[in-house]
């Protein structure tokens, strides 16, 4: 080296050039016999995938005909937006002009720290709870800090334009907003493996067969979802059903076509006179409910006292295609009324509906109330929706475009394919649920982790039809359940406001499935004395949320106003779990105690063990 030349100086972190915090000396280059094999492997699979999903488009076309060509109406609902945007070219300009007044001081703070200034404080900061930008390099890289700062000026800048436009109808503008967030979360710098700086530094380290790695998981993926991306979110093979998941121990007592009614095993000596009978959403498995025994409230619940029943919906297929939502009201909560009766004596039941589960709930409790039926003696719902004014974002996938698209497709299956339905959750979350994985399993080349909750996730389930055309409808289109008189179930109009029963709330603070705000709308729907509970977190970890786990506080209040924001400001936070809030609260309503049953040996004989065999069928089947 001349005399006058500089050894390029390594960024922080020890790392080579370019490789923000790695060490030069682990790179290296890759295994050749691994390239081979992998270029030969990718060769042979890539042809079959392909074949196959060209084959499958030319079935799906002569079966469905041509597609439409914007069934969600993206076209049309930007375009109005471009149209309103440029009827306000004022305010446009104002909102370009703070975005390059920003990204001038954003250049000249990266040329301050280049030269060396310490303490330069950002233009803009990501989230704290933002997981994207948590490797150092993010912020010790100036480069990549430069990156980072930029991509966030622009989404805000891209966030804060879809919000100029003027007087759009509320779903288009709406619909803008969902998707404007779906393309700012997917070019974030950390899905690309140049501007990623945990990828660039696992490249160097590995000599690239991270992404050899990544190419295999990505063909995997391809095969498991016959040529569309199925990404893989857990590694299923370590989880089976009844052995080492859905373990709680109990007997099958009773089916039908739509489901399987599940009594679980006693621990206690004494049990309450009530039995407790849940009902899930056949959305999802039940078994959400009973994952393992360190974060099952069924198994929670039996040590509680409580002789608990859970609903197992099967996951139907074309033959169930005319199932409607009174069908499952019928073969699901009433059968199981009746099943229980026989099972245990008791007339008397406390039940619990969670998320479209509860929703059933309630409709069943309005018609119950008709009838003058009060078998039924408290109500407790889990994150449900019966007030469907204020849907949250699901609202986005649900106008006349897209339903009859939806219609078009289960009236040719008989049902909604289980994997479209969560595509369409996993939307609302896709940095946590779409982008993170891509990152880990394609760019890092990482084996995914065994999780149950992940697992359960990705076991969805078909809807059948006309049950699912009548609950999108009636539901979330018309919200025609909080209408009285509106919706007429077995011959019986309903009338929400008819329930006079006890009724516990539990709703959860960060659901993008069930907003709280719109869940706690039931507080004043309900004529009966109601107790609201907020959970911390989200749909589903904030309700299954053991006391030993320490995890999430909840909030409480004494009274319920009309307003969400009153009652929160209101209410008072505390530590932990809500469950023994709850569990104070079902006991307290009737402290009468039985020996305890176990199930088979009263008027239901046992048909099969738990978990039973609706929860194996998978949508694959």
Same mark, same amino acid.
């Given at each position: 080296? %001349?005399?006058?030349?500089?050894?390029?100086?390594?960024?922080?972190?020890?790392?080579?050039?370019?490789?923000?915090?790695?060490?030069? @000396?682990?790179?290296?280059?890759?295994?050749?016999?691994?390239?081979?094999?992998?270029?030969?492997?990718?060769?042979?699979?890539?042809?079959?995938?392909?074949?196959?999903?060209?084959?499958?488009?030319?079935?799906? &076309?002569?079966?469905?005909?041509?597609?439409?060509?914007?069934?969600?109406?993206?076209?049309?609902?930007?375009?109005?937006?471009?149209?309103?945007? @440029?009827?306000?070219? %004022?305010?446009?300009?104002?909102?370009?002009?703070?975005?390059?007044?920003?990204?001038?001081?954003?250049?000249?703070?990266?040329?301050?720290?280049?030269?060396?200034?310490?303490?330069?404080?950002?233009?803009?900061?990501?989230?704290?709870?933002?997981?994207?930008?948590?490797?150092?390099?993010?912020?010790?890289?100036?480069?990549?800090?430069?990156?980072?700062?930029?991509?966030?000026?622009?989404?805000?800048?891209?966030?804060?334009?879809?919000?100029?436009?003027?007087?759009?109808?509320?779903?288009?503008?709406?619909?803008?907003?969902?998707?404007?967030?779906?393309?700012?979360? @997917?070019?974030?710098?950390?899905?690309?493996?140049?501007?990623?700086?945990?990828?660039?530094?696992?490249?160097? #380290?590995?000599?690239?067969?991270?992404?050899?790695?990544?190419?295999?998981?990505?063909?995997?993926?391809?095969?498991? !979802?016959?040529?569309?991306?199925?990404?893989?979110?857990?590694?299923?093979?370590?989880?089976?059903?009844?052995?080492?998941?859905?373990?709680?121990?109990?007997?099958?007592?009773?089916?039908?076509?739509?489901?399987?009614?599940?009594?679980?095993?006693?621990?206690?000596?004494?049990?309450?006179?009530?039995?407790?009978?849940?009902?899930?959403?056949?959305?999802?498995?039940?078994?959400?409910?009973?994952?393992?025994?360190?974060?099952?409230?069924?198994?929670?619940?039996?040590?509680?006292?409580?002789?608990?029943?859970?609903?197992?919906?099967?996951?139907?297929?074309?033959?169930?295609? @005319?199932?409607?939502?009174?069908?499952?009201?019928?073969?699901?909560?009433?059968? %199981?009324?009746?099943?229980?009766?026989?099972?245990?004596?008791?007339?008397?039941?406390?039940?619990?509906?969670?998320?479209?589960?509860?929703?059933?709930?309630?409709?069943?409790?309005?018609?119950?109330?008709?009838?003058?039926?009060?078998?039924?003696? =408290?109500?407790?719902?889990?994150?449900?929706?019966?007030?469907?004014? #204020?849907? !949250?974002?699901?609202?986005?996938?649900?106008?006349?475009?897209?339903?009859?698209?939806?219609?078009?497709?289960?009236?040719?299956?008989?049902?909604? #394919?289980?994997?479209?339905? &969560?595509?369409?959750?996993?939307?609302?979350?896709?940095?946590?649920?779409?982008?993170?994985?891509?990152?880990?399993?394609?760019?890092?080349?990482?084996?995914?982790?065994?999780?149950?909750?992940?697992?359960?996730?990705? *076991? =969805?389930?078909?809807?059948?039809? &006309?049950?699912?055309?009548?609950?999108?409808?009636?539901?979330?289109?018309?919200?025609?359940?909080?209408?009285?008189?509106?919706?007429?179930?077995?011959?019986?109009?309903?009338?929400?406001?008819?329930?006079?029963?006890?009724?516990?709330?539990?709703?959860?603070?960060? *659901?993008?499935? %069930?907003?709280?705000?719109?869940?706690?709308?039931?507080?004043?729907?309900?004529?009966?004395?109601?107790?609201?509970?907020?959970?911390?977190?989200?749909?589903?970890?904030?309700?299954?949320?053991?006391?030993?786990?320490?995890?999430?506080?909840?909030?409480?209040?004494?009274?319920?106003?009309? =307003?969400? *924001?009153?009652?929160?400001?209101?209410?008072?936070?505390?530590?932990?779990?809500?469950?023994?809030?709850?569990?104070?609260?079902?006991?307290?309503?009737?402290?009468?105690?039985?020996?305890?049953?176990?199930?088979?040996?009263?008027?239901?004989?046992?048909?099969?063990?738990?978990?039973?065999?609706?929860?194996?069928?998978?949508?694959?089947?």
């Amino acid at each position: 080296m %001349a005399k006058d030349e500089k050894t390029p100086e390594t960024p922080k972190g020890g790392a080579a050039p370019g490789v923000p915090g790695g060490d030069p @000396a682990n790179f290296r280059l890759p295994d050749p016999h691994l390239v081979s094999r992998t270029m030969a492997d990718v060769a042979e699979r890539g042809h079959r995938i392909v074949t196959d999903f060209l084959n499958r488009q030319t079935l799906n &076309a002569s079966e469905n005909g041509a597609p439409g060509p914007d069934p969600m109406q993206l076209g049309s609902a930007f375009l109005e937006m471009a149209t309103r945007l @440029a009827a306000n070219p %004022a305010r446009l300009m104002q909102a370009q002009m703070g975005f390059w007044q920003d990204y001038l001081t954003l250049w000249q703070n990266t040329a301050r720290r280049m030269w060396g200034v310490n303490d330069v404080p950002p233009v803009i900061a990501e989230d704290s709870k933002d997981r994207r930008f948590k490797d150092e390099a993010w912020r010790d890289n100036e480069v990549f800090d430069f990156i980072k700062q930029s991509y966030l000026l622009s989404a805000r800048y891209f966030t804060n334009v879809v919000h100029t436009a003027d007087d759009l109808e509320p779903k288009t503008a709406q619909k803008v907003d969902f998707y404007t967030r779906q393309f700012v979360d @997917a070019m974030s710098p950390s899905n690309f493996l140049m501007t990623n700086p945990e990828v660039l530094r696992k490249t160097a #380290e590995t000599g690239g067969e991270n992404l050899l790695r990544g190419l295999q998981n990505l063909l995997s993926d391809l095969e498991r !979802g016959k040529g569309k991306l199925k990404i893989r979110m857990t590694d299923d093979s370590k989880f089976t059903i009844g052995e080492n998941i859905a373990v709680s121990p109990g007997k099958v007592v009773f089916q039908n076509a739509l489901m399987q009614l599940i009594q679980y095993s006693p621990t206690t000596e004494k049990v309450l006179k009530r039995p407790l009978l849940v009902m899930p959403p056949w959305i999802n498995k039940f078994y959400i409910l009973d994952l393992r025994p360190k974060n099952s409230f069924v198994r929670w619940a039996v040590a509680q006292g409580h002789t608990v029943f859970v609903i197992s919906w099967v996951n139907p297929d074309e033959t169930l295609a @005319a199932k409607s939502f009174e069908d499952y009201m019928l073969e699901g909560p009433y059968a %199981a009324l009746d099943a229980i009766e026989k099972a245990t004596g008791e007339k008397s039941i406390n039940a619990i509906g969670y998320c479209l589960g509860g929703t059933l709930l309630s409709a069943t409790l309005a018609r119950m109330a008709a009838q003058k039926d009060t078998r039924i003696k =408290s109500a407790t719902f889990f994150t449900t929706m019966v007030d469907f004014e #204020e849907a !949250g974002e699901l609202g986005v996938f649900i106008d006349e475009e897209q339903l009859k698209a939806i219609e078009d497709r289960m009236q040719k299956r008989g049902y909604l #394919e289980g994997r479209e339905m &969560a595509t369409t959750f996993n939307m609302l979350r896709a940095n946590d649920l779409i982008w993170s994985f891509v990152v880990q399993n394609y760019l890092l080349g990482q084996e995914v982790f065994p999780f149950d909750l992940l697992y359960w996730n990705d *076991d =969805s389930t078909r809807m059948p039809a &006309a049950m699912h055309s009548f609950y999108l409808r009636r539901m979330y289109q018309q919200n025609d359940l909080v209408k009285p008189g509106a919706i007429t179930l077995a011959g019986t109009p309903l009338d929400l406001s008819k329930i006079k029963l006890p009724t516990y709330i539990l709703s959860t603070r960060e *659901d993008h499935i %069930a907003p709280w705000k719109s869940t706690y709308r039931a507080t004043q729907i309900y004529g009966g004395p109601v107790r609201f509970v907020l959970a911390a977190s989200g749909h589903i970890a904030g309700v299954a949320n053991p006391p030993e786990s320490g995890k999430y506080s909840h909030w409480v209040g004494t009274s319920q106003p009309a =307003s969400p *924001d009153e009652w929160f400001a209101n209410a008072t936070e505390l530590a932990g779990s809500w469950w023994p809030d709850w569990h104070r609260w079902v006991s307290a309503l009737d402290k009468a105690q039985v020996p305890a049953r176990t199930p088979g040996e009263g008027g239901l004989p046992a048909l099969e063990e738990a978990p039973g065999s609706y929860v194996k069928v998978m949508a694959t089947d």
